[in-house]
């Protein structure tokens, strides 16, 4: 079956813009996760929804960004007055069921650059 | 606060040589879940194996092997006769019981040289 999968698999975008990258789950998992992963780093947690709900958004560094899922399936990580230190890969996974702790299934990342 | 420390930044072995790659967790939780993942060359992290604070027994997977002991607050990963595709970047990860945010140490990149 498909994976996660991410769009777009680029995006560069110019300092102050505004950014959408999307991310569609496994079909049928309630769970969906974004980290954020710089170069030499491990993923960083930002948000985790459960159903449509955001679970837990702590991860968020500040209100520029914004993450939606209005159907529980599909979501949407939007960053307003994109900065150069919003470059990064953004990774969404998802996983089934409703305990956090189940396998999370990674998509292939967005890989962001802000000019 | 949650941290997961892996040491070991580069590891480069040659082929059918057996490594051990650390990780070492901090919480103050008594539940919680340790993960190791896999990114290849290609991108995608993909699961490898969890355990549950309370369950202490080893693991073995065909040639991989998880030794994690609470009492001192590791995790480790040993790969039995390495082979040139284990080369990756390996994530420990940390989560709390019914929390969604987990924690990942910064990655180990093992080279297996043929």
């Known amino acids: 079956g498909a994976g996660v999968s991410q769009t777009p698999s680029n995006k560069v975008t110019e300092k102050g813009k505004y950014v959408e990258l999307r991310c569609d789950p496994i079909?049928?998992?309630?769970?969906l996760y974004w980290y954020r992963q710089s170069l030499g780093q491990g993923p960083e947690f930002l948000i985790y929804?459960?159903?449509?709900?955001?679970?837990?958004d702590s991860g968020l560094p500040n209100d520029r960004f914004f993450a939606v899922r209005p159907e529980g399936s599909v979501s949407t990580l939007k960053i307003q007055r994109t900065e150069r230190g919003d470059s990064a890969v953004y990774l969404c996974?998802?996983?089934?069921?409703?305990?956090?702790?189940?396998?999370?299934?990674f998509g292939p990342g967005t890989r962001l650059t802000v000019l | 606060a949650q941290k997961v420390t892996q040491a070991q930044t580069e590891i480069s072995v040659v082929e059918k040589e057996d490594v051990t790659l650390d990780c070492v967790y901090e919480?103050?939780?008594?539940?919680?879940?340790l993960f190791w993942y896999k990114q290849p060359p290609s991108g995608e992290l993909v699961f490898l194996i969890r355990?549950?604070?309370?369950?202490?027994q080893n693991e073995i997977s065909g040639r991989y092997s998880w030794n994690f002991q609470k009492s001192t607050s590791s995790f480790n990963f040993t790969i039995t006769a390495s082979q040139v595709v284990d080369s990756a970047v390996y994530f420990c990860?940390?989560?709390?019981?019914?929390?969604?945010?987990?924690?990942f140490g910064d990655g180990t990149t093992l080279t297996v040289k043929p």
């Open positions: 996974a998802s996983s089934p069921g409703q305990l956090s702790y189940n396998e999370q299934f």
């Open positions: 079909s049928g998992h309630t769970a």
């Open positions: 929804f459960q159903g449509t709900g955001a679970a837990d």
């Open positions: 919480t103050r939780d008594t539940t919680y879940y």
């Open positions: 355990r549950n604070s309370f369950d202490e």
């Open positions: 990860a940390l989560l709390s019981f019914n929390a969604g945010k987990s924690t």
